[in-house]
């Protein structure tokens, strides 16, 4: 044995060979034996040359498809045995719903959001596994949830930042979303305030929070057809003066519902510590009028009540705000056009139970238009106050209000003329 190159025998007598190749093919006999003999040889075994799996066709790298089509992958292996090609989507919980034809190729059929991700192929037989993987991208969908969101804490303030996920096919846009935690909330379900992000943006400086208050912020990404799902909770508090700072972070599932469940349970446990994001690169932007900040609202016996603070910077004087409205993710309509410059808060009575609106504000100061306030949501659902039948004042635009009004007074007028003509006409018969 030790003549032959790359063969070797151990201290326990296995024979070891580095390479496998025709010379070791055969019947091999083992015979034990020490100073008083052997009691004889073992039974042969047969040494077989067997091929791990090799691919010869390997998927591409990446595949786009639109959804609600088909999309096959292919992949092929071969080796001795021949080896079997199973497909798994890498970070799927459960079975999938691929399939995977006769030729082992993976078929999506019809394509959905849910199969956009990393797909592998593996191949297996007795001797090994080989695995290859790609990419596949679903096109016309709603965004995909963001990941890594980070919150560094801030005098009264946090800086949140993430990493967007794929945007389904479409430009999208994100909004970071944050609410106090309180002991003892005033209703059953606290409100979450909505901050639109800048265009290109993966980061979001929110001011003005109060002191020795734990925060709620989650980040939701939109683009034309819809919104994605909310990204996980993360809980943190920010820096108060003299505070040292931290970061802190306290992640929870949260669903597509306006109101999140409640996370009260972050008073009695500590929260894991994370690494602190780098702080964002300064911009200098020349802003000649700055939105509407701190659009709040609450409930009262009356309807809802808007609240807002002055835009921080302004090239000329205030001349007055603008509300707008929209209803179950519908298009924005202008409730209120003309608030005074000095308001600071609005009543807006006679909304639909059980809908959901969102509320936001824009300024005017001469020629100059701001962009919209940070959005405020409300349901209605549950409450009493708001009659099911009450419509909004001023939904419809006022060229559709007066064509309405303008048919029906056409009509009126053509009953009362036909009425009389009839009655004319009746008596010259007579």
């Given at each position: 044995v030790s003549q032959l190159p790359g063969w070797s025998v151990r201290p326990d007598g296995s024979i070891v060979i580095a390479t496998g190749n025709d010379?070791?093919?055969?019947?091999?006999?083992?015979?034990?034996?020490?100073?008083?003999?052997?009691?004889?040889?073992?039974?042969?075994?047969?040494?077989?040359?067997?091929?791990?799996?090799?691919?010869?066709?390997?998927?591409?790298?990446?595949?786009?498809?639109?959804?609600?089509?088909?999309?096959?992958?292919?992949?092929?292996?071969?080796?001795?045995?021949?080896?079997?090609?199973?497909?798994?989507?890498?970070?799927?919980?459960?079975k999938s719903s691929a399939q995977v034809d006769g030729n082992s190729s993976l078929v999506l059929h019809p394509l959905i959001k849910e199969q956009h991700g990393v797909w592998e192929c593996t191949a297996t037989n007795q001797v090994a596994s080989v695995t290859t993987a790609t990419s596949v991208h679903v096109l016309g969908t709603?965004?995909?949830?963001?990941?890594?969101?980070?919150?560094?804490?801030?005098?009264?303030?946090?800086?949140?930042?993430?990493?967007?996920?794929?945007?389904?096919?479409?430009?999208?846009?994100?909004?970071?979303?944050?609410?106090?935690?309180?002991?003892?909330?005033?209703?059953?379900?606290?409100?979450?305030?909505?901050?639109?992000?800048?265009?290109?943006?993966?980061?979001?400086?929110?001011?003005?929070?109060?002191?020795?208050?734990?925060?709620?912020?989650?980040?939701?990404?939109?683009?034309?057809?819809?919104?994605?799902?909310?990204?996980?909770?993360?809980?943190?508090?920010?820096r108060g003066k003299g505070s040292p700072p931290e970061h802190r972070?306290?992640?929870?599932?949260?669903?597509?519902?306006?109101?999140?469940?409640?996370?009260?349970?972050?008073?009695?446990?500590?929260?894991?510590?994370?690494?602190?994001?780098?702080?964002?690169?300064?911009?200098?932007?020349?802003?000649?009028?700055?939105?509407?900040?701190?659009?709040?609202?609450?409930?009262?016996?009356?309807?809802?009540?808007?609240?807002?603070?002055?835009?921080?910077?302004?090239?000329?004087?205030?001349?007055?705000?603008?509300?707008?409205?929209?209803?179950d993710k519908g298009g924005w309509e202008v409730l209120e056009r003309s608030i005074p410059s000095t308001d600071t808060q609005v009543l807006v009575p006679g909304l639909i139970k059980d809908a959901f609106y969102e509320f936001r504000l824009v300024a005017f100061a001469g020629s100059y238009i701001s962009d919209p306030s940070n959005t405020v949501n409300v349901s209605t659902a549950g409450m009493e106050v708001y009659p099911s039948r009450t419509q909004l004042p001023e939904l419809l635009p006022q060229p559709v209000l007066a064509g309405v009004i303008g048919g029906i007074c056409f009509l009126s007028v053509a009953v009362i003329f036909s009425t009389m003509a009839a009655c004319i006409m009746n008596r010259r018969r007579a």
């Open positions: 010379d070791a093919l055969g019947l091999y006999r083992c015979t034990p034996y020490n100073s008083y003999g052997t009691a004889g040889e073992s039974r042969p075994t047969r040494v077989l040359l067997k091929d791990p799996p090799a691919f010869t066709v390997r998927p591409k790298e990446e595949y786009f498809q639109e959804v609600g089509r088909e999309l096959v992958i292919p992949c092929a292996a071969h080796g001795d045995p021949p080896p079997s090609i199973t497909w798994v989507k890498v970070g799927s919980v459960g709603s965004p995909h949830a963001v990941t890594n969101v980070s919150v560094l804490p801030l005098l009264l303030a946090a800086n949140i930042s993430w990493e967007p996920g794929f945007d389904g096919g479409y430009f999208q846009r994100f909004s970071v979303w944050y609410t106090p935690l309180v002991r003892y909330p005033p209703r059953a379900h606290h409100d979450w305030v909505s901050l639109s992000v800048p265009v290109g943006a993966q980061h979001l400086l929110v001011e003005n929070l109060q002191p020795d208050t734990s925060y709620q912020f989650s980040v939701l990404a939109q683009n034309k057809l819809g919104s994605g799902p909310f990204s996980q909770i993360v809980t943190s508090m920010p972070r306290f992640p929870q599932t949260l669903g597509k519902v306006l109101f999140p469940p409640r996370a009260s349970s972050a008073f009695s446990s500590g929260f894991p510590v994370t690494t602190v994001p780098p702080e964002p690169p300064a911009m200098t932007v020349h802003v000649f009028l700055s939105p509407p900040r701190a659009l709040t609202a609450n409930e009262t016996v009356r309807g809802v009540l808007l609240h807002w603070d002055p835009p921080a910077r302004a090239s000329v004087a205030l001349s007055g705000y603008a509300l707008e409205l929209r209803q």
